[in-house]
């Protein structure tokens, strides 16, 4: 049974009968779930992704511009505390970015160019069912007291709770409207990955590295990048990829 203050949480988010919930800022319950949270917990700005076992699924919701490149860079990187997070199953924190470029020397400083100086990532797991991750950041250092990560983590089982809901109340073998954009993404980039295999004659695995080689160089988000080699706009060849 959810805690007080995770039935709390979810009554804010959820419940449409009030006039103006504080955390109705967005279009969707993720939307306002991570508006809420940069409402109750001293953060900038805050991301939810679903997680599939191979890294990044898509993105559900981030609040502003460097919480979307947090999980752009996460999902074309293959790298990041959400990978983390997701993976080893415990919160990854960072309160002073700069000093995880051991840890993730792809994503650290391209984050940190972004204007992100600290990051906080909660898996979203119930047993040992994985779903997602819950990414928050500060645009300045600084670490979360004791009470801050009670609160965020309290978010993160708000979060799971709604993603296992959605999900019970799906016909089996399909994917609740709330979630399948970012699986929708995570398809697309799954497509233009065989398409990568084919043209470059390499493994899916090494396309899927070619394919977030060339987002990373491009400064491109990887979903539209896919977008543009399922619809033959960029193509990769064995000796070398070129646009056409």
């Known amino acids: 049974m959810a805690s007080p203050r995770v039935q709390q949480i979810l009554l804010e988010v959820l419940d449409f009968d009030k006039p103006d919930p504080p955390a109705r800022s967005g279009a969707t319950v993720w939307d306002r779930l991570c508006a809420s949270v940069t409402t109750a917990v001293p953060v900038t700005g805050a991301g939810i992704a679903l997680m599939i076992p191979s890294g990044h699924g898509g993105t559900l919701a981030a609040t502003d511009e460097a919480a979307g490149v947090i999980e752009n860079l996460q999902e074309t990187l293959g790298e990041g505390p959400c990978l983390n997070a997701f993976h080893d199953r415990r919160p990854v924190l960072h309160p002073d970015l700069p000093e995880a470029a051991t840890r993730w020397p792809a994503f650290t400083p391209a984050a940190t160019q972004a204007g992100i100086a600290a990051v906080f990532a909660f898996p979203l797991q119930i047993g040992a069912i994985r779903l997602g991750v819950l990414d928050l950041y500060r645009d300045a250092p600084g670490s979360l007291d004791t009470l801050q990560l009670t609160e965020a983590i309290d978010?993160?089982?708000?979060?799971?709770?709604?993603?296992?809901?959605?999900?019970?109340?799906?016909?089996?073998?399909?994917?609740?409207?709330?979630?399948?954009?970012?699986?929708?993404?995570?398809?697309?980039?799954?497509?233009?990955?065989?398409?990568?295999?084919?043209?470059?004659?390499?493994?899916?695995?090494?396309a899927l590295l070619l394919l977030r080689a060339r987002a990373y160089a491009d400064e491109r988000p990887l979903l539209g990048l896919a977008q543009d080699v399922v619809a033959r706009r960029v193509t990769f060849s064995p000796e070398v990829d070129h646009h056409e």
């Open 155 to 206: 978010y993160a089982t708000a979060a799971t709770t709604m993603l296992v809901d959605l999900q019970h109340a799906t016909s089996p073998g399909e994917l609740h409207p709330q979630l399948a954009d970012a699986a929708d993404e995570h398809r697309e980039i799954h497509q233009a990955t065989g398409v990568i295999a084919a043209q470059a004659s390499v493994p899916i695995n090494e």
